[in-house]
């Protein structure tokens, strides 16, 4: 099925195509349209539309180009023939006014799909599309009482639509339908459309003739500057347009006055007509406006606070990790906010980090104390509360951890030890290094008492032939930690130029014997 006619046809119908007008599932862009002068309709080349199998765009804008009744409200200029290029009557004017006082952004209407848009304002009364012109009034009885809201409830109904659109993010049919609603809202800027034979008013005598004339003049008028754009719904905003042209209001005539003094060369009566044209514009941008609002995303918040902060201590350091807030409040996040204290009442900021990192260290605590932490998430617009807090205990100190084991450089008979700090101070800082030695792996002596900034000793006491067996403890206030792992350095008996490294692996067990060196870990003191 290469394209869609919609003809002429029952109500239920005609509703149908209001809802479905548009194969939105289709596709997201609209292709070029071309004339299909064997058809005499307007369609895309499936080729066009890749997986779509039905024509999107002439499911919205076919029609065959047969003799079809002319516009029964505010003049459309006629049926488009041109669906790409709609014609422009009063409907159009008035549509393309609202969008001019528009405060955000509507370039799906004024640009992307401005065709759609207009065409929309076509189909209330075009018996091919909906065709209900016996819905296109509103009536109020005298002492300002609402009679019939017709109007009205069908401008609500296709808002409704139109906002459904918006919020899948079909610009297409939403434009579509925000036309169509712009109709339903204008129309009772006709004074014909709030009198009838029903009314209080009587049924009008000036009706096509006014809005035919009034059609000749969207060329040569514009909106005055200085509008003030509303925030109204569209069942209000048509309600108030007509109640304006029934009773007057302003520059603008009550309906029977317009009706009984119809003269278009009166002067009062003219500025009525125009009035009428900016009140119809003003009403259907307010409600423009208002369906904006209602879809656009709400405008960013401060975050909410993190979310499972944990704190671990280790080492007698203290590690925190938590998880990003559950809603960043729609600005993005772009650091975080680290709180400590030593009660939940007393705050103080320690630390913040980016907001790609969900953990942090610190380095400052002292032993047999408990410590509150909380961390806050930061966003271009604000900071979060506070997370819950966590609590760290840290410990009692002991004894630092061994230093790293010694590495031995053996120069003639001297042997210089070098070794790394305890990957662990015991909680409280190393004080100083205790250097033993001894000619076997049970015996040992201190040889040497260093401060805490010593990472290096030399032993120049050894004598040629012996075998020397190291090891380093750490000391801190609470007492020495425990040997490292020992080195064994074996003096040649020959006096030798070279400077020979003692190498801590298993080859230099086996070269023992040639007289190198031999390495063995032992724990505790003598």
Same mark, same amino acid.
């Given at each position: ?316 350091? $203290?590690?925190? +990790? ?5 809603? /960043? =409040? #729609? !600005?993005?996040? @772009?650091? *975080?906010?680290? %709180?400590? &204290? ?72 001297? $042997?210089?030890? +070098? ?5 662990? /101070? =015991? #909680? !409280?800082?190393? @004080?100083? *290094?205790?250097? %033993?030695? &001894? ?84 724990? #505790?003191?003598?």
């Amino acid at each position: 099925m290469d394209h869609l006619l919609f003809l002429g046809g029952n109500v239920a119908r005609k509703e149908e195509h209001l809802q479905m007008h548009i194969m939105h599932s289709c596709c997201s862009s609209v292709p070029t349209v071309k004339k299909d002068n064997a058809m005499k309709s307007y369609m895309v080349p499936s080729t066009m539309m890749g997986k779509c199998q039905v024509s999107m765009f002439a499911a919205l804008l076919t029609f065959t180009l047969l003799g079809l009744p002319g516009a029964s409200a505010w003049s459309n200029g006629g049926y488009s023939a041109d669906p790409g290029n709609p014609d422009y009557g009063t409907h159009d004017w008035i549509a393309d006014g609202a969008l001019s006082i528009q405060t955000r952004d509507v370039t799906f209407l004024k640009v992307t799909y401005h065709s759609q848009f207009l065409l929309g304002t076509e189909a209330p009364d075009n018996p091919d599309y909906i065709g209900d012109t016996a819905n296109h009034h509103v009536y109020f009885k005298t002492g300002d009482l609402l009679q019939d809201d017709a109007s009205a409830v069908r401008a609500s109904e296709v808002y409704n639509l139109a906002k459904g659109y918006l919020q899948a993010k079909d610009y297409l049919s939403a434009a579509y339908d925000i036309g169509v609603m712009a109709h339903y809202i204008a129309d009772p800027g006709v004074f014909g459309h709030t009198m009838g034979s029903s009314t209080d008013w009587g049924t009008e005598v000036h009706h096509s003739d006014y809005e035919t004339y009034a059609n000749s003049l969207v060329g040569s008028i514009t909106l005055p500057s200085g509008l003030t754009l509303e925030d109204m719904s569209a069942y209000d905003a048509t309600l108030r347009l007509a109640e304006v042209v029934t009773f007057g209001e302003g520059s603008i005539q009550s309906n029977i006055w317009m009706d009984s003094n119809y003269d278009w060369s009166n002067s009062v009566f003219y500025s009525s007509a125009i009035a009428s044209l900016y009140e119809s514009a003003e009403m259907v941008a307010a409600v423009i406006n208002h369906l904006m609002i209602e879809v656009a995303p709400p405008p960013p918040t401060a975050p909410d606070p993190p979310t499972s902060l944990t704190a671990t201590v280790d080492n007698y350091d $203290v590690q925190l +990790t938590w998880n990003p807030p559950a809603d /960043d =409040g #729609g !600005a993005g996040l @772009t650091w *975080y906010k680290i %709180y400590r &204290g030593d009660s939940l009442t007393s705050q103080i900021l320690m630390k913040s980090v980016e907001s790609d990192k969900l953990f942090w260290t610190d380095t400052t605590v002292q032993v047999e104390k408990t410590y509150y932490y909380w961390v806050a998430a930061i966003s271009s617009v604000g900071t979060s509360d506070k997370s819950q807090h966590t609590t760290a205990t840290i410990p009692p100190a002991v004894a630092p951890h061994p230093p790293t084991q010694p590495a031995a450089v053996l120069s003639n008979t001297v $042997v210089m030890l +070098t070794w790394s700090a305890p990957d662990s /101070d =015991g #909680g !409280a800082n190393i @004080t100083g *290094y205790m250097i %033993y030695r &001894g000619s076997s792996p049970s015996s040992r002596i201190l040889m040497a008492n260093l401060e805490a900034n010593s990472l290096t000793w030399s032993d120049t006491s050894t004598e040629r032939g012996e075998t020397y067996h190291y090891w380093v403890t750490a000391v801190n206030s609470v007492g020495e930690g425990d040997l490292s792992l020992e080195v064994t350095v074996i003096i040649p008996a020959k006096k030798s130029s070279l400077v020979t490294p003692v190498l801590i692996s298993a080859i230099t067990l086996a070269l023992a014997s040639a007289g190198v060196l031999v390495l063995r870990r032992r724990r #505790g003191k003598a």
